[in-house]
Each structure stands twice: as structure tokens, then as C-alpha cells.
């Protein structure tokens, strides 16, 4: 029964991937390539262009210092929160110092384990929400198309990890997280590229219905002028 709620639900995302991707494109044709979204392959050699690349990539990497920062203060509050409540109770059974102190310590170090897995699964759709951001900003996309690309790719990073985690766990976080940032930051795409061709038709339509000329007519008069 799983097995079968478990194959409905990959070929339901699938076919709604699949039709995403055909709708995303034939929006594309509709509004032109000017007008689409502009993100692209990025290349690890575009950090070295002294310029936009740069401030990018440096960017990136101080969201990654930052969101690494953050979950280590985590971590180490957690392990400390965890030895003081361990080290009471044991003081309280009657154990000597020595001994309480080697329990808070095991069960400080259990209490950081725990929570390094869960600020892991916070930092890495922020990092590469924030990575996917600045990229489409580099390759000429608008704040719009840079935020819902970035909100896609976080969104996907965090539900594929958590779901390859409680499939196969660490190995599986790592696949799905991966495989979760690529098809979240593609959805993205696709419905701002989708969401930009309604919006165009519905500027053609208010032009047509009102007399005037439409954005495509609209921009021939400037070529010609």
C-alpha cells in the first residue's frame, strides 16, 4: 500500500513538472527572450571577473560564514543547556562531582549531535537559496525572478532533505537536498517566467480593449525612432 501511494506520488510530481516545463517554455515564447527570465548556467571561473562574478561569489561566501556562525552558536548553547540540566540531576541521584560532570558531558555532547543535524537542515537551503539569488541577479534577472528562483531552490533543498534523510538518512539528506535545491530553483523559474506571460497578456489585452498600442507595437515605434 505505501509502495503504491509512494509511486503515485512521484509520477503526480513528475506530470506536474512535466507540465511546468511546457507551459514555462510557451510562456517564454509569448513575452520573448528579453523578457524571460535571464538566470543561466553559472561557472565557478564567472568568480573571477573582477567584477559582478566576484561581488556574487563574495557574497555567497559571507551568507555561508554567517548561516555556519549561526549554527554553531546553536550547537553550543544546546550542548551547554543539556550539561547544566544533567550535571543538576545527577548532582541530585547523589553522584560525586566527577561522576556528574562525565554524564553532563555525554549528554551535552548527545544534545549537540541532535542539534548540528537540525541546524543543518536550516543552513543549507539558506546557503543555497542565497547562492541561486545572487546568480540570477548576476545574469541579468530582475529582484522578482532572483527571489522567487531563490525561494524555489529553498523550499526544494529543505523538503528533499528532509525526505532523503528519513528514507536513507545522511546519504539520503545529501541527495535529497541536492536534488531538491536543482528542481525547487527550476520551479521557480517556471512560474515567474508562467506568472510574466500572464501578466503581459493581460497588458496586451487592457492596451487592445483601451485603444492603445500594445507593448509589442509600443517597442517598434522606439526601434524606429
Known amino acids: 500500500m505505501d509502495l503504491a501511494k509512494t509511486r503515485g506520488r512521484v509520477v503526480t510530481l513528475i506530470t506536474a513538472f512535466i507540465v511546468l516545463t511546457f507551459l514555462a517554455e510557451k510562456s517564454?515564447?509569448?513575452?520573448?527572450?528579453?523578457?524571460?527570465?535571464?538566470?543561466?548556467?553559472?561557472?565557478?571561473?564567472?568568480?573571477?571577473?573582477?567584477?559582478?562574478?566576484?561581488?556574487?561569489?563574495?557574497?555567497?561566501?559571507?551568507?555561508?560564514?554567517?548561516?555556519y556562525n549561526i549554527r554553531s552558536g546553536i550547537v553550543e548553547k544546546s550542548r551547554h543547556k543539556a550539561y547544566e540540566i544533567a550535571l543538576e540531576d545527577a548532582l541530585h541521584e547523589g553522584l560525586s562531582i566527577q561522576e556528574a560532570s562525565r554524564a553532563a558531558a555525554v549528554a551535552g555532547k548527545k544534545a549537540?549531535?541532535?542539534?548540528?543535524?537540525?541546524?543543518?537542515?536550516?543552513?543549507?537551503?539558506?546557503?543555497?537559496?542565497?547562492?541561486d539569488f545572487f546568480e540570477a541577479i548576476y545574469y541579468g534577472g530582475g529582484p522578482i525572478e532572483a527571489t522567487m528562483r531563490g525561494a524555489g531552490t529553498m523550499c526544494g533543498a529543505w523538503m528533499g532533505g528532509i525526505e532523503g534523510e528519513r528514507k536513507l538518512g545522511r546519504i539520503g539528506y545529501l541527495i535529497g537536498s541536492h536534488l531538491g535545491n536543482w528542481i525547487g530553483g527550476r520551479v521557480g523559474l517556471?512560474?515567474?517566467?508562467?506568472?510574466?506571460?500572464?501578466?503581459?497578456?493581460?497588458?496586451?489585452?487592457?492596451?487592445?480593449?483601451?485603444g492603445g498600442i500594445t507593448v509589442e507595437e509600443e517597442s517598434a515605434v522606439e526601434v524606429e525612432l
Open 112 to 131: 549537540a549531535k541532535i542539534s548540528s543535524r537540525k541546524a543543518r537542515r536550516i543552513t543549507g537551503p539558506v546557503i543555497a537559496a542565497a547562492w
Open 190 to 210: 517556471m512560474l515567474y517566467d508562467i506568472g510574466n506571460a500572464a501578466w503581459f497578456l493581460k497588458e496586451q489585452a487592457t492596451a487592445m480593449l483601451g
Open 28 to 67: 517564454r515564447q509569448i513575452v520573448g527572450e528579453e523578457r524571460s527570465s535571464q538566470s543561466g548556467k553559472f561557472s565557478w571561473m564567472d568568480c573571477f571577473d573582477l567584477g559582478s562574478g566576484t561581488l556574487a561569489c563574495s557574497i555567497k561566501e559571507g551568507v555561508k560564514l554567517y548561516t
